[in-house]
Structures are given as structure tokens and as C-alpha cells.
């Protein structure tokens, strides 16, 4: 018998019973004495509630807590777990090694009827992300150490536009993964302020010997919801935007990553929305042009005004590229 299933077999004697001895254990398991001391010890330090009484009556046993608690997952458990890991995997989790040796202990301990329901339910989900690369899932995991251990790290960035990537020191609050795209958010050093950046950006990460404290009440998410959406949700001035329609193009419309957030009140045939102003001026009215007459916008008048000059300009540019190509095709016959 294996380590892992040696130990599994120790809890659940002890789950079972309300104490044992050591010896008790070595004799039910056929094992040394010294193997069960030093799997109990390895027990324990995994967090597993193993107490130990000395005396004529002593011997192991677990808190009541944990003897409640089970120890095995139930079927819809085992597949949640499984199309998380599906996820997780496919969106770059940068710790894939040690997610899918979790999931086959998983399979390892289930009954074969249980571990055909997992392969079956785990071939069943697919999930569609742009492909991470050896260096990417390097740097994930370089940063959620950072983050956890309040370890500053050296950190040269590519802005774009062929310019020379700039070395400087960041202290990493936390990593989001949004739109198929892993960022992370903290203190830059060079620029003495929050700021996001994006991980495939990342040209180079080394560790520094400085340490920092991550504030206690920040949010990483809502750092960078606030950064990428300044317009939309943070403007001084939110609008309040009314739009009607079949309850099947409200649901697409408000799983859209700028109208999703937006959204504070609906029904099956009308959405409420409150987005910033300057957002309705610029790129509000082409997330909407898509649906055509499909969508119904109630209000406001400076939004339906918007959609009527988008829609206008891009006729009158088609219309005129038409014409165009009309008079080239008439002069061509002509000569």
C-alpha cells in the first residue's frame, strides 16, 4: 500500500473509532510502529485535527469537528471540482502540475462507478482561452508568491510602440485573469502610484531582498475594474440607460464585460443600465450597433442621438465607397 493510501487509512480508522494506539494501527494496517509515529506526524502537519492522550487509556484520536466533516466528495462535488480544474487549466493557471496530481488523487480515491462519472462529465466540458506560454505560467507563478510572501520584485515591461522596456521595482497586490488576459495590480515604484500590468507584457521578473504590506482592505479587482472602465463606472456623471428587447439578446447584452457591470435593475424584456456620460459619447454606441434593430434603446435622448449619427456615418461611408466603385466600373466600360 502506498504513502497516500497508508495515510487515507489511518483517518478513516481513526474517523471510525474513538481512540487507537499506535500499536492498534501498525497491527490493523501491518505497518512498523515508527511508520505509523511518522505518517502521523505527516498527517498533522496538513492541517488534519490528530490529538494525543498519554496514560493506560491514551492513544489518537481526531477532533469531534473533523469525525463530522466528511472525508471523501460526492458526485456533484467531484464534477464541479473537475470542470473547475477544466477551467482553471485551460485560462493558464500557472500551478497546472500540481492541479492535475489534485485531481488524480481525486480519481484515485473514488469507486470505479464514481471514476467513470468524472471521466465522463470532465470530457464533456471544453473551454476555449488563447494558448499560455512556459514563460507566462513562469511569471504567474513568480508573482503569486510575490504576493503572498510581500516580496518586491524587479520587473522589466514592454509598453508597446517599440519602445525599450523600463526595469522597475513592483510590489504585487494580487493577479486577476479578465478577458483572457492575466494582469497584475500593484505599487510601481518608478511611477509612485497604483498601477496594472499586464503579465504576457512582462519581459523579465527577478526577486528583490525588499519586502512591503499589502493594505489590508485593497482590492485587486476593483483596482482594475476602475482603471480599464473610468469612463463607464467611475465618471461623475452616470446615465441612466433604459434598452428593450427579446429576453435572449438581454442576457448576451449583459454578460458583455462593460453592460455587465453596469447593470442594476432588469425584467425579460428591459434592461437599466447606469454608465458614465463620456462613455456614451464614444464607444457605447458601437457595443450596441452590432444588434441593429434588434435592441430598442428608451433612453437617453443623447444616446438614441449618438446610434443615429454612428449609423448615419458609417452608411454615408459605404454608400460612398458604392459610388465609387459604380463610377469606376462606368468609366471602364466606356473606354
Known amino acids: 500500500m502506498s504513502k ?9 480508522l481513526l474517523r471510525s473509532r474513538k481512540r487507537m494506539t499506535a500499536q492498534q494501527l501498525a497491527e490493523e494496517l501491518e505497518i512498523h510502529i515508527r511508520t505509523v509515529y511518522r505518517y502521523i506526524n505527516s498527517l498533522c502537519a496538513s492541517g488534519a485535527p490528530i490529538i494525543a492522550d498519554s496514560g493506560p487509556n491514551g492513544g489518537y484520536q481526531i477532533l469531534d469537528h473533523f469525525i463530522d466533516s466528511p472525508l471523501l466528495f460526492n458526485m456533484e462535488e467531484q464534477k464541479a471540482l473537475v470542470h473547475a480544474s477544466i477551467f482553471a487549466k485551460e485560462a493558464g493557471y500557472p500551478f497546472t502540475d500540481a492541479l492535475e496530481q489534485a485531481i488524480g488523487k481525486l480519481k484515485r480515491y473514488t469507486n470505479e462507478r464514481q471514476r467513470d462519472q468524472i471521466e465522463l462529465h470532465g470530457k464533456g466540458l471544453s473551454v476555449i482561452y488563447p494558448s499560455s506560454t512556459d ?12 504576493v503572498a510572501q510581500g516580496r518586491s520584485l524587479e520587473m522589466a515591461y514592454d509598453r508597446g510602440r ?3 522596456p523600463i526595469i522597475r521595482v513592483f510590489d504585487p497586490y494580487g ?5 483572457g488576459h492575466w494582469y497584475t495590480v500593484g505599487m510601481c515604484h518608478y511611477r509612485k502610484a497604483l498601477r496594472s500590468f499586464r503579465v504576457d507584457r512582462m519581459k523579465q521578473l527577478k526577486w528583490t531582498e525588499q519586502c512591503f504590506e499589502r493594505p489590508s482592505s485593497f482590492s485587486a479587482r476593483d483596482f482594475l475594474l476602475k482603471n480599464l472602465l473610468p469612463d463607464s463606472l467611475q465618471s461623475d456623471q452616470l446615465v441612466t440607460v433604459r434598452i428593450q428587447g427579446q429576453e435572449r439578446l438581454l442576457n448576451e447584452l449583459c454578460q458583455h464585460w462593460l453592460f455587465g457591470h453596469a447593470l442594476i435593475e432588469r425584467d425579460d424584456q428591459e434592461a437599466i443600465f447606469r454608465l458614465g456620460l463620456p462613455s456614451l459619447e464614444s464607444y457605447v454606441p458601437y ?5 441593429g434593430r434588434a435592441l430598442k434603446i428608451l433612453e437617453p435622448d443623447l444616446l438614441i442621438e449618438k446610434m443615429v449619427e454612428v449609423s448615419t456615418g458609417i452608411a454615408t461611408h459605404y454608400k460612398s465607397m458604392k459610388d465609387e466603385k459604380n463610377l469606376i466600373h462606368k468609366e471602364s466600360i466606356q473606354h
Open 287 to 291: 457595443f450596441l450597433l452590432p444588434y
Open 162 to 164: 517599440n519602445n525599450v
Open 4 to 12: 497516500a493510501d497508508t495515510m487515507l487509512s489511518i483517518l478513516w
Open 135 to 146: 514563460r507566462l505560467k513562469e511569471f504567474l507563478q513568480i508573482l503569486e508568491q510575490a
Open 175 to 179: 493577479i486577476i485573469h479578465w478577458k
